[in-house]
């Protein structure tokens, strides 16, 4: 069964630090994993894809990796703002036949406190 | 382009009565998604289309639920004899089909139905 399991389930930082948010999957065959930030009570709004062949990928403040043999995935927030406090959703698709079978994390809830 | 559309924002409704739900997806997107989403979970995959075809259902969707995109454009999700369980956030996406491995979904606001 394919699985996205996100780490930790909350989290409090101060505003202005860093901080890195974890996702393990075990979604095959592979074909690529996202990032959603989730404002309470919003859509989901994509931050970065990741294809198999990028390990490191940047959005402003936020910096994605992806290890596709230990099938782990990172979040790392720089300089976090208050507007950073929501739901970081972790979302895999599977290669299946023509088209994408998407797995999603339960996500990571961030609050970012003054 | 004015993204992902869904109507109602809102739906309070009683147990037992039906609701339908609309989604106008991006104009040049051919594949469309239905989400649900309970309090403090992530979204849970409901069903998708590619162009009027529903290629995939979830176990989740019973034989209350049923969804269309009769004209491969818009797509409604019906509920009948709604039941309290049935309260949650109904989200839906988009994407553009032929583009290799990538199969970004753009998501809508969504629906949050209240059942009484």
């Known amino acids: 069964k394919n699985q996205v399991e996100q780490s930790p389930q909350s989290l409090i930082i101060l505003e202005g630090k860093n901080c890195t948010l974890q996702c393990n999957y075990t979604v095959s065959p592979f074909s690529n994993l996202r990032w959603y930030k989730q404002d309470t009570g919003r859509g989901p709004v994509s931050l970065t894809i990741?294809?198999?062949?990028?390990n490191t990928k940047s959005n402003g403040r936020y910096t994605a990796t992806l290890d596709a043999d230990t099938k782990q995935s990172s979040l790392h927030i720089t300089a976090s703002q208050l507007s950073d406090s929501a739901s970081y959703i972790c979302?895999?698709?599977?290669?299946?036949?023509?088209?994408?079978?998407?797995?999603f994390g339960t996500g990571t809830k961030l609050q970012v406190i003054p | 382009d004015t993204g992902v559309s869904q109507n109602p924002r809102h739906k309070i409704t009683k147990r037992g009565q039906n609701v339908t739900f609309r989604c106008d997806p991006i104009?040049?997107?051919?594949?469309l998604y239905w989400y649900r989403q309970t309090l403090g979970q992530g979204p849970e995959f409901l069903t998708y289309?590619?162009?009027?075809?529903?290629?995939?259902k979830s176990r989740l969707l019973s034989d209350r639920f049923s969804a269309e995109r009769p004209k491969g454009s818009f797509s409604t999700l019906e509920i009948q004899r709604t039941e309290q369980g049935d309260s949650a956030m109904y989200l839906c996406?988009?994407?553009?089909?032929?583009?290799?491995?990538?199969?970004?979904?753009?998501f809508g606001p969504g629906t949050r139905l209240t059942v009484l």
């Open positions: 289309f590619q162009n009027e075809a529903q290629l995939e």
């Open positions: 996406a988009s994407s553009r089909a032929g583009t290799g491995q990538w199969d970004t979904q753009y």
């Open positions: 990741m294809t198999f062949s990028e």
């Open positions: 104009s040049e997107h051919n594949r």
């Open positions: 979302v895999v698709s599977e290669a299946s036949g023509g088209y994408q079978k998407v797995t």
